[in-house]
């Protein structure tokens, strides 16, 4: 089945720096690819995501970059604010079946 | 419809009792999901259903662990002879069904075994 790797398990950035979360996934055959923001005590939702026939979408300061080859895709976060501290998950699914990465804690200091 | 309704927000139980937990999913959303998530891990694939069909169920719902989704709306997790390990925060999520499409997830029950 489907393995995603999640990297790093924490950040820590200046606020209006950037941030970047990479992750690797096993299964080719993944063809979409989400991310998701958890603030503590609460759902994940959804704050990007892209499919595998594009390589790079992008949402105001938040951004996702897919390469298939490599089976990596990553989120960059710009010009970072306090309120983007969260776990951030990313996901890479198949048909029905999404696995979630481990997780990543991003603290943005004021 | 406002999105995805877990109930109940925490639950606490002692060692060995049943426990039943409830996802209403996203009225046009035919597809439901259960997750659960330990802390500090993201959330782990629990069985999905299309409509009321059972259609995939991960090696971690061991046979202590039901669910239903009878009508093909609301869903119900029920897990028999609570252990300590059960606790978790068990998510439920819709979507579409749209291949590749976003899940929304539901705020989650909060289980603790003692």
């Known amino acids: 089945g489907e393995n995603v790797e999640q990297h790093p398990s924490t950040l820590s950035v200046q606020e209006g720096d950037s941030a970047v979360i990479k992750c690797t996934y096993s299964d080719s055959a993944s063809n979409y690819f989400p991310w998701y923001k958890q603030e503590l005590g609460k759902r994940p939702q959804l704050i990007i995501d892209i499919r595998s026939n594009v390589g790079e979408k992008k949402d105001q300061r938040i951004a996702v970059t897919l390469n298939k080859t490599a089976k990596h895709f990553s989120l960059h976060i710009t010009e970072t604010q306090p309120e983007d501290s969260a776990v951030y998950f990313c996901a890479a699914t198949y048909l029905n079946d999404m696995r979630f990465g481990a997780g990543t804690r991003l603290t943005v200091k004021p | 419809d406002t999105g995805v309704s877990q109930d109940p927000r925490h639950k606490i139980t002692k060692r060995g009792q049943n426990v039943t937990f409830r996802c209403d999913p996203i009225s046009e959303h035919n597809r439901l999901y259960w997750y659960r998530q330990t802390l500090g891990q993201g959330p782990e694939f629990l069985t999905y259903f299309q409509n009321e069909a059972q259609l995939e169920k991960s090696r971690l719902l061991s046979d202590r662990f039901s669910a239903e989704r009878p009508k093909g709306s609301f869903s119900t997790l029920e897990i028999q002879r609570t252990e300590q390990g059960d606790s978790a925060m068990y998510l439920c999520?819709?979507?579409?069904?749209?291949?590749?499409?976003?899940?929304?997830f539901g705020s989650g029950t909060r289980l603790t075994v003692v």
């Open positions: 999520a819709s979507s579409s069904g749209t291949q590749g499409g976003g899940y929304t």
